[in-house]
């Protein structure tokens, strides 16, 4: 019997959505899915609580980064927000319960913890009989993610899954599969022609500048740098839906034909491809598709707590280099730029680590999977917390 598939993200940031859009593809392409539907969580609830999980979020990313960082390090522990924020998240979603109810889904996946709490309580209440799986979208794991009743986690690397086995989860139960990203990442361009459609050298190297979807970070500051380079450049810069950036950017770089502005694009497959290094926040879905595209990468800003934590693993493995204070900039670009065999090598190295068919795999794993509900009693919780805290490093 096909099956049918609810993905639920939530917009709090926009990797979550990116990750469900792909895997939304994926499992249309699949003859034995009868239908597919994504939704995002935070459409099904009041404003308030809306604005809370979306809004709170991008302005802490612009005004507090500190503050963001210094909540996901204290509430990185076992089930230390779990009941408050499991009571809250049930009294504002009545409508995606409704939702669920209706569809009647035999695989729920979540790319974000908020749905996936409510949805492990229906579950161990009895209320629902769905195959739960977690796809995580990040790095690394936060406590956050943990849930009381699931089938499946869906993880980006092997450590990630060492570190869910050393807490007590089953590692039956845990598959790395790489963060989901869209396969159009994987598919080849004419490198020349796509930069000639920019209004570029289709033989210059070629920086990508990312402010992200919602034009964060010190985009300006890097623009003003890369002009300082030593070595002949040109850079395409994305200032995504931040048009007062994109005015600021456009008038530093105006009269300069070797930098191409651009707002949000949804072409970013290919001006990966297209590109040399790329320059910006190691967000999960960013960097997973950045080692896709065998692109190494200069982090810039990363967002205190997980970002950071991205940046260690790239760091570790040798596909980027960081750049604590933007005055350096320039010269350790163009350290990088002298030494074009290293560059190459963190390509190389880059495109090994990228997992083109992560989606794919989640969606082969899903269809054939036949595990009963896991559920974990208070015993088992405690345990795992036992466990966590004995992990952390001095």
Same mark, same amino acid.
Do not use: W, Y
């Given at each position: 019997m096909k099956k049918r598939i609810l993905i639920i993200s939530t917009s709090a940031g926009t990797g979550h959505i990116a990750a469900a859009t792909a895997l939304e593809k994926a499992f249309h392409s699949d003859n034995r899915v009868a239908e597919v539907r994504h939704e995002d969580a935070l459409t099904f609830t009041n404003k308030?609580? /809306? +604005?809370f999980y979306s809004k709170l979020y991008e302005t802490m990313i612009h005004a507090t980064p500190g503050l963001l960082g210094w909540f996901y390090k204290n509430s990185d522990e076992p089930w230390k927000t779990d009941a408050v924020r499991i009571r809250l998240d049930r009294l504002n979603t009545g409508p995606l319960v409704t939702l669920i109810r209706e569809f009647k889904p035999d695989?729920?996946?979540? #790319?974000?913890?908020?749905?996936? &709490? @409510? @949805?492990?309580? =229906? $579950?161990q209440s009895g209320k629902l009989g769905a195959h739960l799986s977690i796809v995580v979208t990040d790095f690394d794991f936060h406590a956050m993610w943990l849930s009381r009743v699931f089938h499946r986690y869906f993880v980006a690397r092997d450590e990630t899954k060492v570190h869910l086995e050393a807490l007590g989860l089953p590692g039956g139960r845990i598959t790395v599969s790489g963060i989901p990203i869209d396969s159009k990442f994987s598919e080849p361009i004419d490198i020349a022609d796509v930069r000639q459609s920019y209004g570029l050298n289709p033989k210059l190297t070629t920086l990508l500048v990312s402010a992200g979807a919602l034009g964060v970070g %010190?985009?300006?500051? $890097?623009?003003?740098?890369? !002009?300082? =380079? /030593?070595?002949? #450049?040109q850079s395409i810069i994305i200032c995504g839906r931040n048009d007062a950036l994109r005015e600021k950017v456009e008038e530093i770089v105006e009269g300069d034909d070797n930098f191409c502005v651009l707002g949000y694009s949804d072409r970013m497959a290919e001006l990966m491809r297209a590109s040399n290094l790329f320059i910006g926040k190691p967000g999960g879905l960013t960097t997973s598709e950045a080692l896709v595209c065998g692109l190494p990468m200069v982090i810039v800003s990363p967002v205190p &707590?997980?970002?950071? /934590?991205?940046?260690d693993h790239l760091l570790e493995e040798g596909v980027a280099i960081k750049c604590n204070d933007l005055v350096t900039l320039p010269y350790k670009i163009d350290q990088l730029l002298?030494? %074009? #065999?290293?560059l190459k090598q963190m390509r190389t190295l880059? &495109?090994?680590l990228g997992r083109p068919d992560s989606a794919q795999v @989640?969606?082969?794993? =899903? =269809? +054939? +999977?036949?595990l009963r509900p896991l559920h974990l009693s208070a !015993? !088992?919780?405690?345990e795992i917390a036992q466990a966590a805290s004995s992990e952390v490093a001095v």
């Open positions: 308030l609580f /809306r +604005d695989f729920i996946v979540c #790319t974000h913890f908020m749905p996936a &709490g @409510i @949805i492990s309580h =229906l $579950i %010190p985009t300006e500051m $890097i623009v003003t740098r890369l !002009k300082q =380079l /030593r070595h002949k #450049t &707590g997980q970002e950071e /934590r991205n940046s002298d030494h %074009p #065999t290293r880059a &495109g090994k @989640i969606v082969n794993t =899903l =269809l +054939d +999977d036949n !015993k !088992k919780r405690e």
